[in-house]
């Protein structure tokens, strides 16, 4: 199974709202990064949270991770149809000998105008 | 800005091919990644190098192989080419700061859709 799983898989909603998209993993992290992916392209890295910070701000993106948890969130405030697109979470850890980013399968948010 | 460029768009090859995916980045990075992504599955590494003429294998290497003889390109190779091969192919490079430092952002390219028929 994926290290990173997002949740929803899916989200619909309107110009303006609110969008909060959550990832959860398995194992002990390093960092945790956040991609977008707008649809047939690569992917955009957005923003990384290192294991011993709590949240981050970058714009109208807010992240949070809680390691208790083994989960972290991404926020996008006052959304616009540009946002449209799929979201990823990535967790940095150790894999064997060295270290890797892992991603989960992606929430697709769709903005409505 | 970081340029990763991927030779193809889109590909179509038979059965049992050998297919080459080039990839080229042109911001110095030592790392350089090959992910397949399919739906419902995210992206999955298939080999990942630090350096020229290194290479590793990831999560998914069977029937897979790569070549980094330039530290800017890095060339995935499909042996014999399967239907199950059929996939969106990324790759990515990162700058390097130490094989166990932490992973510094991918730059990905834009994706060669591949279908095996």
């Known amino acids: 199974s994926q290290q990173g799983e997002e949740d929803p898989q899916a989200l619909s909603i309107q110009e303006g709202e609110n969008a909060t998209m959550n990832c959860s993993y398995k194992?002990?992290?390093?960092?945790l990064q956040w991609y977008r992916q707008n649809s047939g392209r690569g992917l955009v890295h957005l923003i990384l949270?290192?294991?011993?910070?709590r949240e981050k701000h970058s714009g109208r993106l807010r992240v949070t991770l809680d390691t208790s948890k083994k989960s972290s969130s991404l926020l996008i405030t006052a959304s616009r149809a540009a946002d449209t697109a799929s979201y990823f979470c990535?967790?940095?850890?150790?894999?064997?000998?060295?270290?890797?980013?892992?991603f989960g399968s992606g929430t697709q948010l769709t903005v409505l105008p | 800005d970081v340029k990763v460029t991927q030779s193809s768009r889109y590909l179509v090859k038979r059965t049992g091919e050998k297919v080459f995916l080039e990839c080229v980045q042109d911001m110095d990075h030592e790392n350089m990644f090959w992910y397949r992504q399919d739906p419902g599955l995210g992206l999955r590494l298939i080999y990942f190098?630090?350096?020229?003429?290194?290479?590793e294998k990831g999560d998914i290497p069977e029937g897979y192989s790569v070549s980094r003889e330039k530290k800017e390109r890095f060339s995935l190779i499909l042996e014999s080419a399967s239907t199950n091969q059929t996939s969106m192919y990324l790759c990515?490079?990162?700058?390097?700061?130490?094989?166990?430092?932490?992973?510094?952002?991918?730059?990905f390219g834009n994706g060669t859709r591949l279908t095996v028929t």
């Open positions: 990515a490079s990162s700058l390097y700061s130490g094989r166990w430092e932490t992973n510094s952002p991918l730059h």
């Open positions: 190098s630090y350096d020229v003429k290194m290479k």
């Open positions: 990535a967790t940095d850890a150790f894999k064997g000998s060295a270290r890797q980013l892992t």
């Open positions: 194992t002990s992290i390093n960092n």
């Open positions: 949270i290192r294991s011993n910070e």
